[in-house]
């Protein structure tokens, strides 16, 4: 962590608040050198508006920023890490500087962050999550984020809050509007209100079954029935994601006989079913019994492990770090069709933890050719990817271009489209150069010159 903070600290030293201006004159872009390493790519810069406490109003106020991407660091990633390093103006602060970043997973429009560190209080920990929602928010295409303090789920008064989204009311006046919601000491308060409507991060099964997907929708939740209500909109199924799969069967009756069990020492919670409510007979699945825990553990606070009982199909153990990996995130990747006259655009689904890379962004496309595809390609063929400013380097092997010498100009350049439409799917790129072996192409086909970057061509997408 200190060399994180290190780096980013040198970085606003060196960056303060100049202005960044990209040089994209093609014949400035100098001649690159390549080792048989994967690149990512030079440090890019980014100026996102970071919101900080104003201790004199306070309410969140910006702090605009000059950042550098590490190599292989993800734009999140450096938001959250740098501030946690704190603000520079005196006036500005974030009740969670000075705590850790363990990590971040990103799946579709939600990002779970989790910290660790001191102890803070319910407000500290709003506060901070607001201030790190905004943030994150605004620069990227996340639409909610959920922030772990020590493992536990955001809560107030030991209520589950959820994941944050865009805040239209000042931060202070909606802390004291939930505090006052969630609090037993007021008529109508935790004792007589019995439901709470709350975003709920459920997750549901990738329709090609191996990892996990979110869908955040808003949930009205019986207190002290949380667990129940989570199980019942997982067996509902996902209701606007039509590329999610419904992981339990369409029968609700046992949810209303199951056992929970909290150990509070451990932060287990144990949940007997008596009952296996999943599509598959006889055995757990752990991709439908990550989803379960994810769903749970993403929304009441202080579970840190559950174990899922199902009776004569067994049980489960289930924590984040033997469910993590089934954790998934799309991407767009652009494909020829077979004829080689358009592209069409496809959502994949890859592990949540490389999902950032531009590295496997490209293999996800090469995969997809090497496995359904007119032409012979193999993530083999890829040597290295680098980025100039907002020329996106591509250097691949000269099997690559040799395989397709049997079609004609349109049909490579169709093929060549799919993988800058592909690319330009990441928000740093404009343009693509291509490379063989490390040097310039002349010549590919009988007219086709890639001597210079490409730019994509939506005309050709169907």
Avoid at 147 to 152: K, P, W
Avoid at 204 to 223: A, C, H, M, Q, W
Avoid at 408 to 413: A, C, H, K, L
Avoid at 414 to 427: A, I, R
Wanted: with cysteine; net charge negative; aromatic share 10%.
């Amino acid at each position: 962590m200190k060399k994180y903070l290190l780096i980013l600290l040198t970085v606003l030293i060196l960056t303060g608040c100049s202005q960044i201006k990209e040089n994209n004159y093609i014949d400035d872009l100098p001649e690159p050198e390549y080792t048989l390493d994967i690149d990512e790519g030079r440090p890019q810069t980014i100026t996102p508006s970071l919101y900080y406490v104003n201790l004199q109003t306070g309410k969140l106020d910006v702090e605009s920023r000059n950042l550098i991407i590490p190599e292989g660091m993800a734009v999140e990633e450096v938001i959250v890490r740098t501030m946690l390093v704190g603000p520079a103006a005196y006036e500005f602060y974030i009740p969670c500087e000075g705590l850790d970043l363990d990590y971040i997973e990103k799946t579709g429009s939600l990002l779970n962050v989790y910290l660790t560190g001191k102890q803070l209080s319910d407000s500290e920990k709003f506060y901070s999550a607001c201030c790190l929602s905004e943030s994150v928010i605004e620069y990227t295409s996340i639409n909610y984020v959920s922030v772990f303090f020590n493992g536990s789920a955001l809560s107030i008064n030991g209520e589950p809050v959820g994941p944050l989204s865009r805040i239209d009311a000042d931060v202070e006046s909606l802390y004291k509007e939930l505090s006052s919601r969630y609090s037993s000491d007021r008529p109508g308060g935790r004792s007589s209100t019995q439901v709470i409507s709350v975003d709920v991060p459920l997750y549901f099964p990738s329709n090609d079954g191996r990892y996990i997907l979110s869908e955040v929708r808003n949930v009205i939740l019986t207190k002290g029935s949380y667990i129940q209500g989570i199980l019942t909109e997982l067996v509902n199924g996902p209701k606007y994601n039509f590329s999610l799969l419904q992981s339990m069967k369409n029968d609700t009756s046992w949810i209303r006989d199951i056992e929970a069990e909290y150990d509070e020492g451990l932060r287990q919670l144990t949940i007997h079913t008596g009952h296996n409510p999943f599509y598959n007979e006889g055995y757990i699945d752990m991709v439908d019994a990550s989803s379960v825990f994810y769903s749970i553990a993403g929304l009441i606070p202080d579970v840190n492990s559950i174990i899922f009982d199902t009776g004569d199909s067994g049980q489960v153990f289930l924590t984040r770090s033997n469910t993590r990996k089934y954790l998934g995130n799309n991407i767009t990747i652009f494909t020829a069709d077979s004829s080689l006259r358009s592209v069409r655009s496809s959502l994949i689904t890859i592990e949540c933890q490389n999902a950032h890379l531009l590295t496997r962004r490209l293999r996800a496309l090469l995969e997809y050719y090497d496995s359904d595809t007119p032409v012979d390609i193999s993530p083999e063929a890829l040597i290295g990817i680098s980025l100039d400013g907002s020329i996106c380097i591509v250097n691949m092997k000269r099997a690559f271009y040799d395989s397709m010498g049997r079609f004609n100009d349109q049909q490579i350049s169709v093929l060549l489209q799919s993988f800058v439409n592909t690319l330009v799917q990441d928000s740093r790129i404009k343009s693509v150069l291509f490379l063989c072996d490390g040097e310039r192409i002349d010549l590919i086909g009988r007219n086709l010159h890639l001597m210079y970057p490409i730019i994509p061509n939506v005309g050709i997408i169907s």
